[in-house]
């Protein structure tokens, strides 16, 4: 649980009521005011409702394209992301500044009236917890009362004025002093709203924004050993690899199970490898390739007495995979991708079939 820093003269309580999750129906106002940091991060105190749109939409790239977050059946946040990127031609990873710089001067009808239709009611909702006169008034009134309020006093997070607003002195102090705490917060919002609507999706703290790097240095090397050693063929061609032909593959996809175990990584060749991509393998065609290869590896290594080379991989959900017969192995292994694999399809990850 965040607790927010307390600051003399600024209604605290009810800045930190604004993103209260049994009353956010959608993504809006947690990626609103997340635009708003940004802003204030690099100083900015007046600034228009298309720029923290356009920063809506850099922050919520990521998790809606690489990792196929749901947003909810009503979120339009979703939609215009995607649009986007396929009018356009975008790529899914580019890089959050780049876009940034794309969306600035983008020239598009569509996405100008898709992006009006967004702010409609979040720039004024976001700050109705500060204003206790709009308890009781109906929902059609609320807009403009709102804008009344927000200017007459500073009591607000800011002043309304057209598609502009204006952070008012005392929260810019604030917000910019404690932006680390602040998109903190701001993140964990947004990880207790995404986890109700990816509930048995992994990881969903890291699906924010762009992943780390991934490790697959000790894949690798373990991998070339046994190529140097013994026939290992590609699961997916039956192709035979050598160390220079040979790629690390994700079996379910990385950008799903956001990990680097031993028992999700196989070696491919590279163009085996680039065409499958971020895509899910036929568990009919694969997936008993696939055990019997990981068996074969996991197995030689252990009676060669090189243990140590699976240490980070030995267990799944805490079993030990040693000393295992090819049944238990066998059974350990399909009770834990078969899952995997429908959830990642259930997400939206396509399906591969060589």
């Given at each position: 649980m965040y607790i927010l820093p307390k600051k003399k003269g600024l209604d605290i309580n009810n800045f930190s009521e604004i993103l209260e999750l049994k009353l956010t129906s959608s993504s809006y106002k947690i990626y609103w005011l997340y635009g708003i940091l940004e802003e204030i991060k690099m100083g900015n105190k007046n600034l228009t409702f298309k720029d923290i749109v356009d920063n809506m939409i850099c922050k919520a790239w990521y998790s809606i394209l690489e990792f196929k977050l749901s947003f909810g059946p009503q979120d339009r946040l979703g939609e215009i992301v995607k649009f986007l990127y396929k009018k356009h031609n975008l790529s899914k990873t580019i890089k959050e500044k780049e876009l940034k710089k794309i969306l600035f001067s983008l020239d598009c009808p569509e996405y100008e009236k898709m992006r009006k239709n967004l702010f409609n009611l979040v720039p004024y909702r976001l700050i109705s917890p500060f204003y206790d006169e709009l308890i009781g008034i109906k929902d059609n009134l609320k807009n403009k009362m709102i804008i009344d309020l927000s200017n007459k006093s500073d009591k607000g997070l800011y002043k309304l004025k057209g598609e502009e607003l204006e952070i008012n002195k005392a929260w810019f102090n604030?917000?910019?002093?404690?932006?680390?705490?602040?998109?903190?917060?701001?993140?964990?919002?947004?990880?207790?709203?995404?986890?109700?609507?990816?509930?048995?999706?992994?990881?969903?703290?890291?699906?924010?924004?762009?992943?780390?790097?991934?490790?697959?240095?000790?894949?690798?090397?373990?991998?070339?050993?046994?190529?140097?050693?013994?026939?290992?063929?590609?699961?997916?061609?039956?192709?035979?690899?050598?160390?220079?032909?040979?790629?690390?593959?994700?079996?379910?996809?990385?950008?799903?199970?956001?990990?680097?175990?031993?028992?999700?990584?196989?070696?491919?060749?590279?163009?085996?490898?680039?065409?499958?991509?971020?895509?899910?393998?036929?568990?009919?065609?694969?997936?008993?390739?696939?055990?019997?290869?990981?068996?074969?590896?996991?197995?030689?290594?252990?009676?060669?007495?090189?243990?140590?080379?699976?240490?980070?991989?030995?267990?799944?959900?805490?079993?030990?995979?040693?000393?295992?017969?090819?049944?238990?192995?066998?059974?350990?292994?399909?009770?834990?991708?078969?899952?995997?694999?429908?959830?990642?399809?259930?997400?939206?990850?396509s399906m591969w079939n060589y």
């Open positions: 604030y917000l910019y002093k404690h932006q680390v705490i602040i998109e903190g917060w701001i993140k964990f919002k947004l990880v207790c709203y995404l986890q109700v609507k990816n509930p048995n999706v992994p990881s969903i703290i890291f699906k924010l924004e762009a992943a780390q790097k991934r490790k697959l240095n000790k894949a690798t090397k373990f991998w070339e050993g046994l190529i140097q050693n013994y026939e290992i063929k590609d699961i997916y061609t039956g192709e035979i690899l050598t160390v220079e032909n040979m790629s690390i593959d994700h079996f379910i996809p990385w950008s799903f199970v956001l990990h680097d175990e031993l028992w999700n990584l196989i070696p491919t060749s590279k163009s085996t490898n680039s065409i499958k991509n971020n895509r899910l393998p036929n568990l009919d065609e694969h997936l008993e390739n696939l055990i019997n290869l990981l068996y074969f590896a996991f197995n030689i290594t252990i009676k060669s007495g090189e243990i140590k080379k699976l240490e980070d991989f030995l267990n799944i959900n805490g079993i030990q995979l040693i000393k295992m017969s090819k049944e238990e192995f066998k059974d350990l292994l399909e009770k834990t991708i078969n899952p995997l694999h429908q959830l990642a399809y259930n997400q939206g990850f």
